[in-house]
């Protein structure tokens, strides 16, 4: 499975942006999927996720009730509606994909197996 994110750019603070992830090789079938983000000196942080069945996606404290992700499995895509955006939420965001994974991994980047190349988000004050 190869991943290509997009949808990053430059948001003033309040405002929204939508990032999305495709399958360019491979798909999306069977595969939790997710959003990390990362900033320079720290670790990847985990955002949101989403199961093959759709039910019950799951989210960091600090995105919850501003953030939405969603998956079109026909499509193969993954997206991440952003709103309310904040400085802090400034940061490259990865898409990720793992084939299996049990519930306590879902936050943990190494056990996801595939990554997007990442999209840059930054958000003004």
């Known amino acids: 499975v190869q991943l290509q994110a997009c949808g990053g750019g430059l948001v003033q603070a309040g405002g929204s942006l939508r990032l999305s992830c495709a399958a360019s090789?491979?798909?999306?079938?069977?595969?939790?999927l997710a959003w990390f983000r990362q900033t320079t000196g720290k670790e990847r942080e985990f955002v949101a996720g989403?199961?093959?069945?759709?039910?019950?996606?799951f989210y960091a404290d600090s995105v919850k009730g501003r953030f939405t992700i969603s998956r079109d499995n026909a499509k193969t895509t993954l997206h991440l509606q952003m709103n309310s955006l904040q400085p802090e939420d400034t940061a490259i965001y990865y898409c990720?994909?793992?084939?299996?994974?049990?519930?306590?991994?879902?936050?943990?980047?190494?056990?996801?197996?595939?990554w997007g190349q990442g999209t840059k988000v930054t958000v003004s004050s």
């Open positions: 990720a994909a793992a084939q299996r994974i049990i519930h306590s991994q879902l936050g943990v980047p190494s056990a996801y197996d595939y």
């Open positions: 090789v491979g798909t999306f079938r069977g595969y939790t």
């Open positions: 989403i199961k093959w069945t759709n039910s019950n996606p």
